[in-house]
């Protein structure tokens, strides 16, 4: 009876953090575990500093120059983030988002943007039909938001060092 009563405990609260979970817009759900700025921090670590810093169970695709994690948000809706590699030092993270919506997308684009806008440490420095540009002259970086192929609820962010 003990041991059937602490099986449904534990399933209760894994329903109840997945419901909890998917309430929150996609932007909370990726920022959840790093912010954007924790993330550009990765930028000139080592491939070995990465690998610790990062969850190991998503790890999808490993090689001396790239390193690429999965991270599921809803049924059919995931983000991606990679970093790439030179010499085993970071150079480039990119997060690719798949949603279902438009929306969704839209979400991350205004959550990143506010957070790049209120860091102090970027500058928005161009904005066309389907991208925004930020630079931070101080560590050399530029950070760029490819909002093309938006209405699939694709968005593809790019942060590199301009060394």
Not at 48 to 61: F, G, K, M, N, P
């Amino acid at each position: 009876m003990k041991h059937q009563l602490l099986k449904l405990t534990a399933l209760f609260v894994i329903l109840i953090s997945v419901s909890c979970n998917s309430e929150r817009n996609s932007y909370e759900q990726i920022t959840a575990l790093r912010t954007t700025q924790d993330r550009i921090k990765n930028l000139h670590k080592s491939f070995q500093e990465i690998i610790v810093y990062e969850d190991s169970d998503a790890l999808t695709r490993s090689s001396a120059t790239l390193l690429e994690y999965d991270f599921p948000i809803r049924e059919n809706e995931s983000y991606t983030i990679s970093y790439r590699f030179k010499e085993s030092i970071c150079y480039q993270i990119g997060l690719n988002t798949y949603f279902n919506s438009q929306n969704e997308a839209r979400k991350v684009i205004n959550g990143i943007s506010k957070e790049l806008n209120t860091s102090g440490n970027y500058t928005l420095t161009g904005k066309g039909a389907d991208y925004l540009l930020w630079n931070n002259t101080k560590n050399a970086t530029t950070v760029k938001i490819n909002t093309q192929h938006i209405e699939r609820g694709t968005v593809f962010i790019i942060v590199i060092s301009i060394e």
